[in-house]
């Protein structure tokens, strides 16, 4: 009789153990993603990108920095260090195999492999979370011969999901990388808890009608065709489309569920309207295994000509309030995150940037939007390391601690407001650049945004003492940049006051000023950008932190 209840136990101790196995691992339940202790997911964090050579090569080579191991991982760590300063709680990166594989989707030991494997470890020392796209080209390659190379440019995209040689090549490359076990980190990636979801493409692209008997899948639609008793139209090259998708998303979860990965799969969604021409598309996203959507917000981008990169534009001035609400109650926009049959989905926007803008509110207004729109994870892009943020050459994305003070206080701010913010918040339209309330504020007009809490206040322009949020008593840090009724300083960097135990611990950036419009054209190899020593005793308290007890 033992024997029989000692069994029982067993059992059930194996069902429970296994059923609180499949959450060692951030999870999705009723489109919501959580971490395993079961606390709703939000994290707020950058794109950052030591390991792809398209970083060395645009942003690093013009600069005249010489690349190599060492110098990769200094320039990791010290990125890692100013994102640690500025509470990031994310690190993404869109990788591009042909870095790393060859043209059988075989994985490769190559300088940036092993800094995948080295960022991986330094965010995670950091307390930092990781989110990665299995598939980019950014036109740069270390293996002439990878798989990725074969189609490399925009109008070849498509490829990738209805090329059947390049879907297998694929699928043995996100194999091995989420078998490969880190030797930084000991672990395999698919068992990797600090890497919390995967997404199969950055920015995927579809053949359109007019395209598809030009293509590789020519022989597949005729054949659809026929099997499906249909005739060539483009009502039903759309249905051919869309199971054609569909069938990638879920043999490639199922790819990646067959090594044992656990962690929540990606499909990306892309841009506004991209659903204009695309419902197929989406209607195969809503139908398949993926558990998360991804989508990215750039303001301003359409305001200038295709070639931005050639027609640069200062946008710091310009009043998105109608671009924001746009963005919400628009479907062809982002409407269709509410539609019904994307709840069972989470969403996450895999990239966001306040495009040609430098100003000091906006991330907090894109952080209010995300929440309404139910976003739980959002990363910027990108990050600008510190290796080369003096000679900045891409105006249109342009963050770093040191270098762009405000905005990078605005994106201290706006990591607040975006935890602290339920999801599908409700959205007003009056209140999209304007909105004031008892913990945070943002204004398009007064160009500042704050966040106050019980032990933080946050600011990222000088303000007056208006209808704002308050220093709290018991406040145990500030940070900010400029002068407001509780800090005086006239620097030009950002400052960081920390106060424990009696003590007050000052920690101030740089001044920085500007050489050159950050906007304009530059070709990396001039400075952009001047930064000087910071006069300590310029800044001076207003209050006392042992008053506010």
Known sequence: MRSIKTIITALFLLMVSEAFGQHNFVYVENGRLYFPDGKELSLWGVNLQPCLSWEYNFSMKPAGIAWNKKVAKDATNRSLDELQLMNCQLIRCHLTPADFTDDKGNLINTLYLEMLDYMIAQAKKRGMYLSFSFLNHMGHATVPNSFMNQYTEWKDRPNWIFDKTMVAKSKNYIKQLLNRVNPYTKKAYKSDPSIVTWEIINEPTYFKYSEIKKSVASQEYENWLKISGKTDSITNFKHFREALVLQYINRIYDEIRATGCKHPVIWNCNWHRMIIDHEDVFSAVEKSKAEVVSFCNYPGQDLVPSDYWEFRKDLSHTDF??????????????????????????????????????????????????????????????????????????????????CTPRKAASFMVAKEIFNATPLYDTYVAANTTELVTQNYMFSYKKDVCIFSSPEKFIYSNSFVDENYPKISAGVKQIIGYGTSPYVTYNGTGVYFINYSNGKTKLNIMPNCAWLKEPWLNNDGKNLVVALTNPDKSALKLNFSFDEQK
């Open 321 to 402: 309030s109608n671009w924001l609400w746009d963005a919400y109650n628009n479907r062809d926009w982002y409407g269709w995150t509410r539609d019904a049959g994307f709840k069972s989905k989470a969403k996450v926007v895999y990239e966001f940037e306040t495009f040609f803008n430098q100003s000091a509110y906006l991330y907090a207004a894109q952080a209010k939007l995300f929440r309404s729109l139910g976003v739980q994870m959002a990363t910027m892009w990108r990050y600008t390391m510190p290796i080369n943020a003096l000679h900045n050459n891409l105006g249109s994305h342009f963050l770093n601690l040191k």
